[in-house]
């Protein structure tokens, strides 16, 4: 029969083998894997991650085999112990991000963890083939995006990683139980029915289900092909009259994944992740980095940080409605606000977990700096994580201008985290969870998982 998209999809999952994997792909998918451990450890300490928990805990009962984040001794059927750990991953908007944009770990990492445990022993995958799945999971997701440049903008209809990520994760799972090609299409097909959200939620407690729903979806849609549940098989095709993946995009234009032979090069390879050095969404980083610059200018100006010195604040953003909150009311629309995080650079010198607090968020000095907030949109400050800049200006009673601009903040594909940064963030992250000893085997752990012999003891 002839190739399809979708064939061609089914068979690169069913085909690729570890050894496809290079040097540097396994080196950032590590890095992700770490970094997304982290942060959906101390994900399990907020609010909508306990709610998530309970849910679970008291609606389902079934065979509780997989682990759940920073809750030693709590165990949950599989799909769920994945849901949960996706909400933990999203529930700070702390996770890696990705260009076009989505988070491409969280909706992955967890359907992996959880499907390592339920495997019986003797089936366990080891860390290489844990590690191939996680990249199977990253690459489908990669590849449906670029069939669309839609998706290279930051998003107004759906939230990427309830798209995609459903995808990357029934792929994902489908490699580490070893479907057949067949059952792998079929995966596919089945999971293009459980995705999508919409970008409504963002800044609500919903968002961090985004990234829940996708990363189990995706793994009961493997669970079903598994057991013979089948779906269309032209799923990624664009097929005139009859939408099907396509639906999620007004502009789709997909191409057949080749099966790899000798070599495969993965988009990781070419396209680096970028990783989130406070918890907020990745568009906050330009203009808090921005507005640490113009705060050290200030400072050497007047000696100190002095707000009754400044008349206005001008931000230069793009536009993008739903990070546009000139006076946010609770931590996810602070997450979600330009004004918010450059005022509080501004204020504090930094950004972090504190931050987004009650009584941070609502300080009389912090809403005295928002009343000076103005937005201006240039026609060359685009709405994608690639081209974007911040750029914060303070314009002084005194007639004296000063500026300060962010191309690429630290942490962008562009200008990666260090090692040391990387698994300063994660001790920091882990802390809230676990004793120092107990991190510091996570870290050796995914440091050499290729050489683990049983995934899940991940």
């Known amino acids: 029969p002839e190739e399809t998209v979708t064939s061609s999809f089914a068979s690169f999952i069913h085909a690729v083998r570890p050894e496809h994997l290079s040097k540097t792909v396994c080196h950032r998918s590590k890095r992700m894997i770490l970094d997304s451990i982290g942060v959906g450890l101390v994900g399990s300490t907020t609010h909508v991650f306990d709610i998530a928990l309970q849910y679970c805990r008291e609606l389902y009962s079934s065979v509780a085999v997989s682990s759940v984040y920073g809750k030693p001794g709590v165990k949950l059927s599989p799909t769920l112990a ?272 504190s931050s987004f607090t009650e009584s941070s968020i609502h300080r009389q000095e912090l809403r005295e700096l928002l009343d000076k907030v103005v937005v201006e949109h240039p026609e060359d400050n685009v709405a994608n994580f690639d081209k974007m800049y911040g750029e914060v200006a303070l314009l002084l009673h005194s007639g004296d201008i000063l500026t300060g601009k962010c191309d690429t903040f630290y942490g962008h594909w562009r200008k990666p985290l260090s090692k040391e940064s990387l698994l300063k963030k994660f001790r920091s992250n882990a802390s809230h969870v676990f004793p120092e000893e107990k991190i510091e085997t996570i870290i050796t752990m995914v440091d050499n998982l290729e050489n683990l012999s049983d995934s899940s003891q991940l």
Request: neutral net charge; glycine residues 6%; contains cysteine.
């Open 82 to 353: 994945a849901f949960t750990n996706g909400v933990a991953t999203h529930s700070m908007d702390f996770d890696d991000t990705w260009h076009p944009a989505t988070h491409p770990s969280g909706a992955v990492l967890p359907a992996l963890l959880a499907a390592s445990q339920m495997l019986p022993p003797g089936t366990k995958p080891n860390g290489m083939d844990f590690l191939l799945a996680f990249n199977v999971g990253l690459e489908v997701q990669g590849r449906l995006m670029h069939f669309s440049t839609e998706a290279h903008n930051i998003p107004k209809r759906f939230h990427p990683p309830s798209v995609v990520g459903t995808m990357g994760s029934a792929a994902a799972t489908a490699k580490l139980l070893s479907l057949s090609t067949a059952q792998c299409a079929h995966a596919l097909g089945i999971a293009a029915s459980l995705a999508g959200a919409p970008m409504a939620n963002a800044a609500t407690q919903a968002k961090p289900l985004h990234i829940g729903n996708a990363t189990r979806l995706g793994f009961e849609a493997a669970l079903l092909a598994a057991r013979g549940m089948e779906a269309n098989p032209f799923i990624l095709d664009d097929i005139a009259g009859c939408s099907g993946f396509s639906a999620f995009y007004n502009i789709y234009q997909p191409k057949p994944l080749s099966t790899p032979s000798d070599h495969h090069e993965f988009l990781l390879e070419k396209q680096d992740i970028a990783f989130k050095r406070f918890p907020a969404h990745l568009g906050m980083h330009w203009v808090v980095d921005a507005a640490l610059s113009v705060r050290n200018l200030f400072i050497n100006y007047a000696g100190s940080f002095s707000p009754s010195l400044i008349r206005t604040i001008m931000l230069k953003i793009p536009v993008s409605k739903y990070i546009n909150r000139p006076f946010p009311s609770s931590e996810h629309q602070a997450r979600h606000s330009f004004q918010f995080n450059a005022c509080t650079a501004l204020l504090d010198g930094e950004v972090d977990l």
